[in-house]
């Protein structure tokens, strides 16, 4: 690829008196296409699924009250009879859906006159009101739209997440209704209104227990009377007005994505490409590459794209992030648990934003950013530690719980939930500073770098784009931030190619448990090479640099094979990176 890239600059760059040079074919093989996914930070905005997907099924047993033309003639209890209903729907979007629902029951009410309805004896009511009972038989088929209101207003909280357990769903519909158990069989229309409250017992949101109130309501002869006499006026339209108890269980696929998947690259092969620079006077073509390491089950998916108002920064959270970068939201629980010795799971948690590299507030004892020290970024949850902590910056620093997993470094929310063969590997207790530039001699033992390319650390390009102070500027060279500078200052930048990485670490072991392991890894690595490439994208120092220059080079095979059970050892730790090479020219 690189000297397909090369030749292609030349022969576009160098000045007309070029003379004539020979050439050679190259097999190698570049993605010509970009990838633009949609925003992953909006609620408020989903990829819509296939037509058999987000499907459900429902049952529900209540009872009702029939109001119609005599209902106050009799006791309440006259009114009242069970009903049962069963359904089956599909969600279009996170807050708007669609079922059909069928329904039995029947409604019992009283009357002045005899109707199809009517039985028994005639009674007296205390005010000398004479009436019978009467029993309406029915079975009900109606379609009916859905509206998620928890979704609608919070918007969807996503995969495998935690928030919105409980949800309140409007439905509104019409049906055909058959009156049944009578000589004159009868039909007709009917309107239904439901307001549901629906309870989720687990993070998948596969299985709620729904409490409804429901109204049916029909034309004003439901009950067979339609003019009452002796000035009487009718009411408008008879109703069952009830409540009922009942489940749904959501079949898979149950959730919805933020992110287009990649359009299939475009490859081009056996490319003709000038062999040798022809002559001196062309602008300086180079390529400079460096490596971006990042913590295990973690690609910034979920804190990507890096725009302003994000709560976390992805690239910001490994020049200079703090543990999880997550907080507790109450302090004075967690001290009074902290000095009571106990638990602090339950309590509630949330992102801590992210600052520059450059512009952070020094904490006495706290190492800062993913392998941007020799230090690791886990801290103890011990009570010395955190308090000392929160007297610096006003708050408790918090691990990542999800279900059983309890993580001690920020990983990606649709990977925390994945258990871990060790329970060690949930804490950073070692770091070989593969982010500086004292590690670049590690870099180069184990990621074999272009030896014609220049080679630079994370922390080297983070202070050349953002700025070469604080916490950065410890873990970079000067002198290589002043090259890269001049770099990005004087020159063009023409392309930024980025290469993800993965292990073959995975411990999933239900069906199809190989292919699955394979294609997390597989997400893992496109998603980092997109969060990096994303934040140069957005980078001021590459702003003139047409959008179609950016390449996420989607490898066959991006997974490599780690036999370690341990995430934390070096062999691991390279595997887990980005390598990002950047072709300039200065004229």
């Given amino acids: 690829m690189r000297k397909f890239v090369f030749g292609m600059l030349l022969l576009a760059g160098c000045c007309g008196s070029v003379q004539a040079q020979d050439i050679v074919r190259s ?49 309440l209890s006259g ?21 059909v629902q069928f329904g039995m029951g029947n409604s019992k009410g009283y009357s002045k006159e ?24 029915w079975w009900d088929l109606n379609v009916n739209a859905m509206f998620n ?24 519909g019409i049906g055909a209704l058959h009156h049944y158990g009578i000589p004159q069989q009868r039909n007709e229309w009917s309107g239904h209104f439901e307001l549901q409250y629906s309870r989720f017992f687990n993070k998948e949101k596969s299985f709620s227990l729904d409490l409804k109130a429901r109204a049916m309501v029909y034309q004003t002869n439901f009950d067979g009377i339609t003019l009452k006499k002796n000035g009487e006026k009718s009411v408008w339209f008879d109703s069952n007005i009830g409540l009922s108890v009942g489940f749904t269980y959501y079949f898979k696929k149950r959730h919805w994505d933020r992110c287009l998947p990649c359009e299939n690259p475009v490859y081009i092969n056996n490319v003709i490409a000038p062999a040798a620079i022809p002559v001196s006077d062309c602008p300086e073509y180079g390529v400079l590459e460096f490596f971006v390491f990042f913590p295990n089950n973690y690609s910034g998916r979920n804190d990507a794209p890096t725009m302003v108002d994000e709560p976390v920064n992805a690239i910001d ?24 010795g106990s638990s602090l799971k339950g309590l509630r948690t949330s992102d801590v934003p992210t600052e520059k590299g450059s512009e952070v507030v020094e904490i006495t004892g706290l190492t800062r950013g993913y392998e941007m020290s020799q230090q690791p970024i ?24 999800c ?29 070989f500073g593969l982010n500086t530039h004292d590690g670049l001699g590690i870099v180069e033992q184990n990621m074999r770098p272009d030896p014609d390319a220049e080679l630079y650390s994370f922390a080297d390009v983070y202070g050349a784009i953002e700025e070469n102070t604080g916490n950065v500027a410890q873990a970079s060279d000067q002198a290589a931030v002043d090259r890269l500078t001049d770099i ?11 290469e993800g990485l993965a292990t073959s670490q995975d411990n999933f072991i239900g069906e199809n448990a190989e292919e699955i392991g394979l294609e997390r890894n597989k997400a893992l690595a496109y998603n980092r090479a997109f969060t990096v490439v994303n934040w140069l994208k957005t980078n001021d120092k590459f702003q003139k640099v047409p959008g179609n220059a950016f390449i996420v080079n989607a490898l066959v095979n991006p997974v490599v094979e780690v036999n370690d059970a341990s995430t934390r050892g070096l062999n691991s730790k390279v595997r887990r990176s980005v390598k990002v090479r950047i072709y300039y020219a200065i004229d």
């Fill in 27 to 75: 097999d190698t093989t570049i993605v010509e296409t970009e990838c633009t996914p949609q925003p992953t930070d909006d609620h408020y905005r989903i990829v819509t699924n296939r037509f058999w997907d987000n499907w459900f099924v429902l049952a529900n047993v209540g009872g009702h009250a029939f109001l119609g033309d005599y209902g106050s003639v009799g006791k």
């Fill in 488 to 498: 990005f200052e004087k020159g063009r930048v023409l392309y930024v190619v980025a």
């Fill in 79 to 99: 009114l009242l009879s069970p009903d049962f209903n069963v359904g089956v729907g599909k969600w279009f979007t996170p807050g708007i859906g669609a079922k």
């Fill in 378 to 401: 886990s801290l103890p949850m011990d009570e010395e530690s955190m308090n000392r902590f929160k007297e610096q910056t006003g708050y408790y620093y918090a691990p990542m719980y």
């Fill in 403 to 431: 279900q059983g997993n309890t993580w001690y470094y920020r990983v990606d929310k649709e990977t925390a939930m994945q258990r871990l063969i060790d329970g060690e590997n949930y804490k950073e207790a070692q770091s």
């Fill in 317 to 340: 959270y490994l020049a200079s992030g703090i543990f999880t970068q997550t907080k507790f939201d109450d302090a004075d629980a967690v001290a009074r648990r902290l000095a009571a």
């Fill in 149 to 172: 209101l928890s979704r609608l207003f919070k918007g969807y909280e996503g995969k495998n997440s935690d928030k919105l357990m409980n949800q309140f769903i409007a439905s509104v």
């Fill in 114 to 137: 005899s109707t199809l309805f009517t039985y028994g004896d005639w009674l007296t009511n205390g005010d000398g009101v004479q009436y019978l009972k009467s029993k309406t038989k």
